[in-house]
């Protein structure tokens, strides 16, 4: 069942790369690609990251814990998106032309924040290891994985400011983190509710 658990999700997660090499080859991309490649990676990057926040909110809301093995490979693969979805705006959109990347940051504020929650990705992904958990201690570890709820709120901002006029597909998004972040404060209020004062 294990086995079966883990390649269902490794599916889901190779899924959209393997969907976008396959319409690329088509020529499905439409009339503008390196566009359509930015939004379909910056699409499933907030895919995955709120998926990797999911198996927290069910284990704190129902207490069933089965999808946290996963966590860490959908975590993961959501700090692979936004590398591919970076990566394709530096070298594909702007040919490393480093002036006009940061004349984008500091003048388009929806970049700026993208770039935000790519940066709080970095050391998240960075310490995704079981050797990270033991050097940090796993509280110690635990509080700063916590950053991944900020890169999510930026990366909903992100989407709501690039987007501008059709805004259905983010407030879908932000409805979702929303639901994910009142699980958690609910669980915390429990706790503080449930600790004997003194």
Partial sequence: MKRTLWAIVAAACGFPLALLIADTLRGRLGPNPIEEILNRFGFWTLVF??????????????????????????????????????????VADQFFDWAAIL?????????????????????LALTSSDRAVRRLGFVRWKRWHRLAYAAAVLGVVHFVWRVKADLREPLIFAAVLVVLLGVRLLARLREGRATPAG
């Fill in 49 to 90: 990251l709120l998926a990797s926040l999911l198996p927290t909110a069910l284990r704190l809301a129902t207490g069933w814990g089965g999808l946290v093995r996963y966590r860490r490979a959908i975590g993961l693969t959501a700090f692979g998106y936004a590398v591919l979805h970076l990566g394709t705006y530096v």
């Fill in 103 to 123: 004349e984008d940051i500091t003048k388009r504020k929806f970049i700026a924040i993208g770039f935000a929650a790519f940066v709080l990705l970095v050391p």
